[in-house]
């Protein structure tokens, strides 16, 4: 990799001062190379990354201008790859004879391609040395293992940029043996879709495979829901000491720090731990779980290469649940070391001072309050005219003023152009904002744009299943049922609404009318949660769903001041709004703002379920000191007027 001169302060050139390192050494990330001098004084060149020098390309006293190549550096143990970059996880398969393993000879080196069937590594168990042939073929990108390695069956040896399959040619691949196997369903996909449908099926009677290419869980375990919302229960629970004197516990604010290692390693093992809760879910209902990369022979067949054994499947019935992956961006820069997408954020142990957002989604928010519950300064740079558009207007611009009362900065209709490096190493995020260019230095930036549906290598074209070109993802009807009968798609893969709640109850649905119960999936009662500080959760529709729809609607509110149990927790801020329908005087819809948002939305969503009114809601009796209490007092607004505020 080469290092550029970045941005030259007050300056278009400098001259090359005293040389720090030679060719050969050894550098670590953020170590010095060279001063050089300007006319506002000296600096000096740091390195974006560790590696070995193999190349200096100027001579002492040259003058040298921004982008001119200084150094090229070949980089020992990871290769950068673009944001959004497709990267495939390679695991340590089955261990002939042994729970665990020794590393030995690693044969590989990173940038480097391999072909399936590559040696990748030695490793030696009581019963003898082996090798570890690679599944597919592609560049190196990472390696995760060093020779004298205890590893064990799961363990995360490299990652690998994988080549299309058109790119392989058949006499290339080799195989230690081949396996043709049938089954009742295959699911391909082990996100929270494809798990739950294969539990839900395997219930039933039926005999079940799942495939998986990564880890069971998805997405939403491994590297979305539930890894983010343990870093956010960090951030809340760092900034709950900070103002623990509210409450009358005095803490020695000069102590309290976040350690990200520790934060880091909470995240790691309560992913962990419920990984092995589904692996023990698989165990219990017999359902066979295979490793691998999935692909379609035909609408019947589909193959899986799994520790370099070829496994032919024909299934009854198939499910799609291949979920999505990050959407990428063109957008200059974001190939630099400092620029993390949301799932790269999930490990970073480095918490920088500073950080840019680009995004003001539903990931780009949740990450905004995370960083500054954890005192980083934050910046959301958002293309649209406001935050969070799936909102209403009301909603969103409340959001955006509490971010802003946090010290949040926030810009709106705000395009960014490119991302460059300064001579310190920090990013400079070039936007444009209202047509006035902006720039904008900061220690990291998070690409934050969102997620497509995930078809790589599936080879769909096989099996004949076609794509709704509106939604982009794969066609179905209500019953979750593609153009061919015997094969379904669930969760992302669908793209209609990218919830892990809405994937798990889409392969319940998928299940049933597999089974043959017929069974429609509806979307009237979809909760959605956004966790922020406070928490934001809407259902149903929103005003402006009602206004497109032309239904005559009223709505109630109520702030969360007037309720007791905020007051307590010192959690006033926010409100609940509920939406009734004039002509049926159904509820339609709500959103909630403030503290217990994610669970208070269960209440109404059962209401709207279930065609529940406001009166319903107000004949029914809430407990007191309780938030729920916020969900009788806004149904109270839409009768005779709320009770307490």
Do not use: W
């Not at 999505?324 to 974001?334: A, C, F, N, T, Y």
């Amino acid at each position: 990799m080469n290092i550029k001169m970045g941005v030259i302060v007050g300056a278009t050139e400098a001259k090359i001062g005293k040389v720090l390192v030679s060719v050969g050494d050894n550098i670590s990330k953020d170590q010095a190379l060279l001063n050089y001098e300007t006319k506002k004084g000296n600096y000096t060149l740091k390195s974006p990354l560790e590696g070995v020098i193999i190349k200096m390309h100027f001579d002492d006293g040259d003058i040298i201008k921004k982008e001119d190549i200084i150094f090229t550096i070949e980089e020992e143990k990871e290769v950068i790859v673009a944001s959004g970059t497709n990267i495939t996880s390679i695991k340590m398969g089955v261990i002939p004879g042994a729970k665990e393993a020794i590393v030995g000879k690693i044969n590989i080196t990173c940038g480097e391609t391999v072909n399936n069937g590559d040696e990748l590594f030695q490793f030696e168990t009581k019963k003898g040395s082996r090798a570890y042939k690679s599944t597919l073929t592609g560049q190196v990108v990472k390696i995760l293992i060093e020779e004298g390695q205890q590893i064990e069956k799961d363990t995360h040896v490299l990652d690998i940029i994988q080549s299309k399959v058109e790119d392989v040619k058949d006499s290339e691949i080799t195989f230690d043996k081949q396996t043709n196997l049938e089954t009742d369903l295959l699911i391909i996909g082990a996100g929270p879709g494809g798990y739950v449908a294969a539990l839900y099926a395997a219930k039933h009677g039926k005999k079940v495979i799942l495939i998986e290419k990564e880890s069971l869980g998805g997405t939403c375990l491994n590297v979305g829901c539930i890894p983010t919302k343990a870093l956010v229960k960090s951030s809340e629970v760092h900034h709950s000491a900070l103002n623990a004197e509210e409450f009358g516990i005095i803490i020695d604010k000069s102590a309290i720090k976040p350690d990200m290692d520790k934060i880091i390693e909470h995240k790691n093992s309560v992913v962990k731990r419920l990984v092995g809760g589904i692996e023990g879910l698989m165990n219990n209902n017999n359902v066979q779980v295979i490793s691998g990369s999935a692909m379609f022979i035909s609408d019947k067949e589909v193959e899986v290469v799994s520790n370099n054994i070829k496994n032919i499947i024909s299934a009854k019935d198939i499910i799609i649940a291949t979920g999505s992956k990050i959407s990428s961006v063109p957008i200059k820069g974001l190939d630099l070391p400092f620029v993390l997408n949301s799932t790269q954020a999930l490990s970073h142990r480095t918490l920088p001072k500073s950080i840019a957002i680009i995004g003001g989604g539903v990931i780009g928010m949740e990450f905004a309050f995370l960083y500054n519950n954890l005192g980083v300064e934050v910046t959301v740079i958002e293309y649209m005219d406001r935050l969070l558009t799936m909102l209403d207007e009301d909603e969103s611009a409340e959001i955006k003023r509490m971010a802003i009362d946090k010290g949040i900065k926030v810009y709106n209709n705000s395009k960014v152009l490119e991302v460059g490096c300064d001579v310190y190493n920090k990013a400079i995020v070039t936007f444009e904002n209202r047509e006035v260019k902006k720039m904008l230095v900061t220690d990291n930036v998070l690409v934050a744009i969102g997620r497509q549906p995930n078809l790589e290598g599936l080879n769909l074209e096989a099996s004949g299943v076609i794509m709704d070109p509106k939604r982009r993802g794969i066609k179905v009807d209500s019953f979750m049922q593609t153009n061919k009968s015997n094969i379904y798609a669930i969760g992302d893969v669908t793209n209609i609404i990218q919830l892990a709640h809405v994937a798990s109850h889409q392969g319940i649905i998928a299940v049933d009318n597999i089974l043959g119960n017929k069974k429609e999936m509806k979307y009237n009662a979809v909760p959605n949660v956004i966790f922020t500080s406070p928490e934001i959760a809407t259902v149903g529709m929103s005003e402006a769903c009602c206004k497109n729809e032309n239904i005559e609607f009223k709505t109630s509110r109520f702030y969360y001041s007037g309720n007791g149990k905020a007051i307590t927790m010192e959690e006033t801020e926010g409100y609940i709004k509920l939406i009734e329908e004039v002509k049926t005087k159904r509820l339609l819809g709500a959103a909630i703002i403030g503290v217990d948002a994610s669970n208070l939305i269960s209440i109404i969503t059962v209401a709207i379920q279930n065609n529940l009114s406001a009166e319903h809601l107000r004949e029914t009796i809430f407990p007191h000191p309780t938030t729920s209490e916020i969900v009788h007092e806004a149904a109270m607004g839409l009768g005779i007027g709320t009770l307490h505020q």
